[in-house]
């Protein structure tokens, strides 16, 4: 968090990643070389085509099919396209201390709450309705419904446009450093997550007890 940028304006929308922050992350590089050991794929070749196919994947511009079938199904192999989605959608798991904080949040203070993240559909439509996301996201603004990545800076303007909450009232938590640098330069106050106890505690610094 930039500090002592407006520290006493009261905060009313929270800005929130997923992967990191609510969940694991859906479909990181630990995951994938996880996926070619369990598979007996070529690591090396899986994650070339997948730094190949990423962008359009997750702007929504390629369907979780066509993804699999450039990745990993590109050639014959002995096990189902579902036997790998079902490996994919296990490698996410709730992070409930940050999740029941952000739903005490919003109920206490009367917050907004919108999603920034970067996911594909398939998964990203999988991980609100098996984690209850909607249950306390008022608005998800996903890289594959906007078609805009971090750190396009265009994502975090659309983000405020959506909102409809001034800059100053706004709070943006990220895992990611370079994410958070951008959302700063554009006025954003971020808290860099590494930890929900420290987490918590910027948050309170800022009036969200």
């Known amino acids: 968090m930039r500090p002592g940028r407006g520290a006493g304006t009261p905060v ?10 609510l969940l694991t992350d859906g479909w990181n590089r630990d995951s994938r070389r996880r996926a070619a050991q ?3 794929l070529d690591w090396a070749e899986m994650e070339e085509r ?3 196919t990423v962008d359009p994947y997750e702007a929504g511009k390629l369907s979780l099919e066509e993804y699999l079938s450039r ?5 014959p192999r002995p096990f189902t396209r579902g036997q790998f989605w079902r490996f994919m959608t296990g490698e996410s798991q709730p992070l409930p201390e940050m999740t029941d904080l952000m739903r005490g949040l919003k109920a206490r203070h009367g917050l907004k709450i919108a999603v920034v993240s970067n996911e594909a559909r398939e998964l990203n439509a999988y991980r609100i309705r098996k984690f209850k996301l909607e249950g306390f996201v008022d608005i998800f603004i996903s890289s594959c419904f906007v078609r805009l990545r971090k750190p396009d800076m265009e994502i975090y303007r659309m983000a405020l446009d959506i909102a409809q909450t001034p800059v100053r009232q706004i709070v943006y938590i ?11 330069g ?5 808290i860099l997550h590494t930890d929900p106890g420290l ?4 948050l309170a610094g800022l009036g969200l007890e």
């Open 12 to 21: 009313k929308t929270l800005f929130l990643d997923i992967g990191g922050v």
């Open 38 to 40: 369990a598979f007996g």
């Open 50 to 52: 997948h730094g190949l």
């Open 71 to 75: 990745v990993v199904f590109h050639q």
């Open 174 to 184: 990220e895992n990611t450093a370079m994410f958070v640098q951008i959302a700063q």
């Open 186 to 190: 554009m006025g954003i106050r971020s």
């Open 199 to 202: 987490t918590r505690a910027q």
